[in-house]
């Protein structure tokens, strides 16, 4: 019975159970139809409403196939692959589907898998071959060795019951030492027969990014006089899913000049203002800004220019005016 491509539909005093069958060879013959309902107070009994013949199918003689694995090359440290495998006689007739990625068809130092469609059961094997397991495909669990991970919980299969092809989607977490160029083999088995193993595609492991981080900043004011101040945005990107702690610091300031950051640590992406104030007696000139973050080992810079223009020293004087010659009602401008 596929229960997913079954139904009922209610109506008033009527129910309607409409149910996908499919049945065995060896139950040919012809068949009655016995039904039976019960409710809360009463129960009907059995009762004929009708026969049907059921007849032999003649099941496929070829053998099962694996066909194709998606993405059938490519790199990375981890993939959703999905593995395809066919059966004349529907997917219910598969018993097992085996996957090994390997430099070469071995199952020890292998990321080697068995699943049995059935009952969604999934081993990897270990270091020497040895099967571990099992999960269920669907649900939370992880099984793991020195090649890989195998997310059970995020892993799914599609196609069931009469449907001839069978998708294995299996989510897949290389580890550092497996780097490398590896072959996708399949295999896939029925009640009678196995269709042994065939290359399917290749993938190469790479190495697990490193976590790391890039810091920026804006350009300023560019210029300010001595006594005043200014203010840096400084950015912190996370690259590789890094999120550690960045603490600040600031050098290149001349004398009679201080900097400040608003934090003096912020953890992941983050975005931090730094402010500069300078002194009457600081000195003139144009100087780079250095901002450097420091998280653990890492160490990274940017850099922005500032210049101060000196105070100047004694009593305003009058400057000009413009015009300052002419003549008319009124116009004048004083400098």
């Known amino acids: 019975m596929d229960a997913g491509a079954s139904s009922s539909a209610a109506s008033g ?17 012809p068949k009655n ?9 009463a129960d009907s009994g059995w009762s004929l409403h009708g026969t049907w013949t059921v007849s032999g199918s003649v099941e496929s003689s070829s053998p099962p196939a694996p066909l194709s694995v998606t993405p059938n090359m490519g790199s990375g440290a981890s993939e959703n692959f999905e593995f395809a495998f066919s059966d004349p006689n529907g997917v219910a007739d598969i018993s097992s589907v085996q996957i090994d990625i390997n430099a070469q068809l071995a199952v020890a130092g292998a990321c080697y898998v068995y699943f049995v469609p059935n009952s969604l059961a999934i081993y990897l094997a270990d270091d020497t071959g040895a099967w571990q397991g099992p999960m269920t495909v669907g649900r939370v669990g992880i099984l793991q060795n020195s090649q890989c991970v195998v997310d059970a919980g995020n892993s799914a299969i599609l196609g069931a019951g009469t449907n001839t092809t069978l998708t294995v989607i299996l989510a897949v977490s290389f580890n550092p030492a497996f780097v490398g160029t590896k072959n996708v083999y399949m295999e896939v088995q029925n009640r009678a027969q196995d269709s042994g193993w065939a290359l399917k595609g290749t993938w190469t492991v790479t190495g697990v990014p490193t976590p790391d981080f890039s810091i ?13 101040s200014a203010q ?14 960045v603490t600040f610091g600031v050098s290149g300031l001349p004398s009679g000049v201080t900097g400040s950051f608003t934090f003096t640590s912020e953890p992941g992406s983050s975005s931090n203002t730094l402010t500069i104030a300078t002194t009457a007696g600081a000195s ?3 100087f780079p800004i250095t901002v450097t973050g420091t998280s653990g080992s890492l160490q990274h810079s940017a850099s922005a220019s500032l210049t101060i223009t000196g105070t100047s ?7 000009s005016v413009t015009p300052n010659a002419g003549t008319g009602l009124r116009h004048a401008e004083c400098r």
Not at 35 to 41: G, L, R, S
Not at 313 to 319: K, Y
């Open 284 to 286: 003139p000139g144009t």
């Open 33 to 41: 139809i016995y039904m039976e309902v019960q409710d809360a107070t």
């Open 13 to 29: 005093n009527a129910l309607t159970l409409n149910l996908a069958l499919g049945f065995k060879a060896a139950f040919a013959g």
């Open 216 to 228: 920026s900043m804006s350009a300023g004011p560019g210029s300010i006089t001595a006594s005043s």
């Open 313 to 319: 020293s004694g009593p305003p004087v009058p400057a």
């Open 232 to 245: 840096y945005t400084v950015t912190v990107t996370a690259i590789n899913g890094f999120n550690g702690t």
